[in-house]
């Protein structure tokens, strides 16, 4: 059963494209502009046709509940689940987009890069780490929520990242790093069916304690539905806010009734001088060092713009 559908980003995509078009952008504006619209275009891109894998697999289902696009805030920290697969046993199964058309490749140590045709190589977040932060925010909302296990059970989390159907993956031994949850888009219903039929006889057995009705699934998905916190889509950090545009001069000589009006000299207002007040932390107003606050102003587009300080920046980053 489809319980939530994927947010419209329409409007966000139209206000990053006439952004696109000004002329009057400055070189950090251009930077943070290119970063959102990445993420944004090819990304919404390749969430709704995983958007179709799953509701052709689970939309006429009564054993699973799904969620698109679930955003969830809690304690100051934010967790971005591209799509959520509850089913009766109470396990969560936590599935992180990525629309690598190319090249992704995968190290022994987990480390992950990808490569697009005719450009070079370049390291990536990876996106199994991404969607594991994600699980303590979400057994915090579970909590408060009251799903909860039977006889103090703990709900079981598996995390899943999706590419694009086309992309080249490249894996290490399975021995040195295991890749088995990263998998193609397509073959999200093979997978599902190959992990729950490989769960040993003890373990199947363990989770038939928490083992509801098809009725508390889909309470389950509906309250967590209701924890949703939708973006304004039009927002914008505060540097990308349009610039007054300075008023251009004639060349022609003023007129006798044109001519500048001498100003008193008590009305002489003073040029602002340069702001000495040194950078904080937009969580905790902790001063920030040269080094940090020109970080998080090369990253704008992870941190919304704002500034924060070493201990708050993993919470601030957008996922």
């Not at 971005?80 to 190290?107: A, P, W």
């Amino acid at each position: 059963m489809i319980i939530k559908s994927p947010d419209d980003r329409s409007k966000r995509l139209r206000l990053l494209e006439e952004l696109r078009k000004s002329d009057r952008l400055d070189n950090r504006q251009k930077d943070w502009l290119r970063s959102e619209y990445q993420r944004f275009s090819p990304g919404l891109a390749g969430e709704l046709d995983a958007v179709h894998y799953i509701d052709s697999e689970y939309r006429d289902g009564q054993n699973h509940a799904v969620l698109h696009d679930l955003r969830l805030e809690v304690d100051g920290h934010v967790a971005q689940i591209d799509h959520l697969v509850v089913n009766r046993f109470l396990m969560f199964f936590l599935l992180e987009t990525k629309t690598y058309n190319g090249s992704l490749e995968i190290n022994e140590y987990g480390e992950f890069s990808v490569e697009y045709a005719g450009e070079r190589r370049y390291g990536i977040e990876s996106p199994l780490e991404q969607s594991r932060r994600h699980e303590p925010i979400l057994r915090k909302v579970l909590a408060q929520l009251g799903i909860t296990g039977r006889a103090g059970t703990e709900p079981t989390f598996v995390h899943v990242v999706m590419v694009h159907p086309k992309a080249i993956i490249k894996r290490p031994p399975a021995d040195k790093f295991d890749t088995s949850m990263v998998i193609k888009a397509d073959q999200f219903r093979t997978w599902h069916v190959n992990y729950v039929d490989a769960m040993s006889t003890g373990t199947f057995l363990a989770k038939t304690i928490n083992f509801s009705g098809r009725d508390t699934v889909r309470e389950w998905g509906e309250k967590l539905k209701s924890a949703h916190c939708r973006t304004d889509p039009l927002a914008l950090p505060s540097f990308m806010k349009p610039r007054a545009v300075t008023a251009t001069h004639c060349a022609t000589p003023p007129t006798d009734d044109a001519r500048p009006v001498a100003v008193p000299a008590n009305q002489v207002t003073e040029p602002p001088r340069p702001s000495t007040q040194k950078p904080i932390c937009a969580t905790c107003g902790k001063p920030l060092t040269v080094k940090v606050a020109k970080f998080c102003q090369d990253k704008a587009a992870w941190f919304g713009g704002q500034l924060y300080c070493y201990d708050h920046q993993a919470a601030a980053k957008r996922a």
